[in-house]
């Protein structure tokens, strides 16, 4: 093999670390730079796995995925009295970002792990592409790879004509030990992703691992995700303002809302879920909320700089392939270098557009169902486009259950 580059990664979440595994495992000499200052925690509860989610951990670790997610057989429906309106088999795992996380971070060398480094430029010439830092530090590299997420500094240096847009509606959610649940809940939940249409969206509901990975029922933890809309402006914009009066961008982390709006989801939750999901976002002790943006770039390579996962192109959650699709690009972009020889500009020219019709082609199918739920109201329960799934509808599943 050819001699194989030296690689800057961009954020140190699920995308790049991801991304860093796979072309360090090429035999590539790679470095991450995460902004935050403490190992990431606690993002965005649950997780619906694709085979592409976990690929690093089955076929490099021989970990299967039954260790760090939990299989439910049944996707179910329900009425607001309780009552199962449609029923069917599924084969779905669902994680927690944490869970993930944890286990990639425990497959890649700490030294190279580089904490408190805010990316702030980056820039390059014809041999060698260069990142600034707030820090004061600086490197070069080969190939920098982007994954700095939603509100990506990369993106707004590479692609500054593109913004974030507001899809119209956020994510309300929240998670809860099962331990905190009474049996009956428990027995109504504990074997289904659960759905509920609202008279404006729909809330789902499903058991991810508990703290430290737990996978038994009744040790497990339970998440909500509530889609509701609020109107831009003054409405949205209180909304995102933090207890402390901080205005916050695209979310508000746990313990951070405001009181009324807190107590203001639990007297709805109360007063128009059916029974079990009820239970669960009443009892939730801080519900946040993430806002349903859509964002797209027209290019992902720029020269020897390129931007993976949702620094690229975020797309609404109702696919539950956000994840998926950054590890999707991180696995082609290893395929790419590798039939280049390890020539970067080379690889990214080749790996661009065919992720970017994978992006925009789930783009696409997510907003139509995010629009379908929150504006049309056409949502049919079974209906199969409502499937979770990254290069098509249904795809998030796994072999065995
Ligand atoms: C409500 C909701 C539900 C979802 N459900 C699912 C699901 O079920 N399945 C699924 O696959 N996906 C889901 N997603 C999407 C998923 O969370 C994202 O697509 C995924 O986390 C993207 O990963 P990423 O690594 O690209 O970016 P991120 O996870 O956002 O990571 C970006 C990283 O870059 C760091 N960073 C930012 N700026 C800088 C900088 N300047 N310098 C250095 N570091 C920086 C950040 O600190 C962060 O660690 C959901 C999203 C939402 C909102």
């Not at 010439?125 to 500094?153: I, Q």
């Not at 509530?226 to 205005?247: C, I, P, Q, V």
């Not at 709006?261 to 946040?288: G, H, L, M, N």
Request: net charge neutral; proline share 6%.
């Amino acid at each position: 093999m050819s001699h194989m580059p030296r690689i800057a990664i961009v954020g140190g979440s699920i995308g790049g670390l991801t991304a860093a595994l796979v072309l360090r495992d090429l035999g590539c000499d790679v470095n991450v730079y995460e902004r935050s200052t403490a190992e990431l925690e606690a993002r965005g509860a649950g997780i619906v796995l694709h085979p592409v989610t976990v690929r690093y951990f089955e076929e490099r670790r021989h970990l299967d995925a039954a260790r760090v997610s939990v299989s439910l057989p049944w996707l179910r429906f329900l009425d607001r009295d309780g009552s199962v309106v449609h029923e069917e088999r599924t084969n779905y795992r669902f994680s927690s970002w944490n869970t993930l996380y944890r286990n990639l971070l425990a497959c890649f060398d700490q030294n190279r792990y580089h904490l408190g480094h805010e990316m702030i430029d980056v820039e390059q010439d014809d041999r060698r592409a260069r990142l600034r830092f707030a820090n004061g530090a600086t490197t070069s590299a080969d190939l920098v790879v982007c994954a700095d997420g939603v509100s990506s500094r990369s993106r707004a240096i590479l692609q500054p004509h593109v913004a974030p847009r507001y899809a119209g509606y956020v994510a309300w959610r929240g998670t809860i030990p099962e331990s905190e649940l009474s049996p009956l809940t428990l027995r109504r939940l504990g074997d289904a992703i659960t759905y509920h249409l609202t008279a404006e969206g729909h809330v789902l509901i499903y058991p991810i691992p508990g703290p430290s990975g737990e996978l038994t029922p009744g040790r497990r933890t339970q998440g909500f995700v509530w889609y509701h809309n609020y109107a831009d402006g003054g409405e949205l914009h209180d909304l995102l303002t933090d207890r402390t009066g901080r205005r916050r961008d695209s979310s508000v982390p746990p313990g951070r809302m405001q009181d009324p709006y807190v107590s203001w989801v639990r007297r709805y939750a109360a007063a128009t879920f059916p029974p079990a999901i009820a239970e669960v976002v009443t009892r939730t002790v801080d519900p946040f909320v993430q806002v349903v943006l859509d964002v797209a770039v027209r290019r992902m390579a720029f020269g020897r700089v390129c931007l993976i996962g949702d620094a690229a192109i975020l797309v609404r959650p109702h696919a539950g392939a956000g994840t998926a699709k950054a590890c999707s690009d991180a696995w082609a972009l290893r395929d790419a270098l590798h039939e280049a020889g390890g020539d970067p500009q080379t690889a990214l020219a080749a790996w661009a557009p065919r992720q970017l019709a994978v992006g925009h082609a789930l783009m696409e199918r997510a907003r139509w169902m995010g629009d379908g739920s929150q504006f049309r109201h056409d949502w049919t329960p079974g209906d199969p486009r409502l499937r979770f799934g990254l290069y098509q509808a249904g795809d998030s599943v796994f072999d065995t259950p």
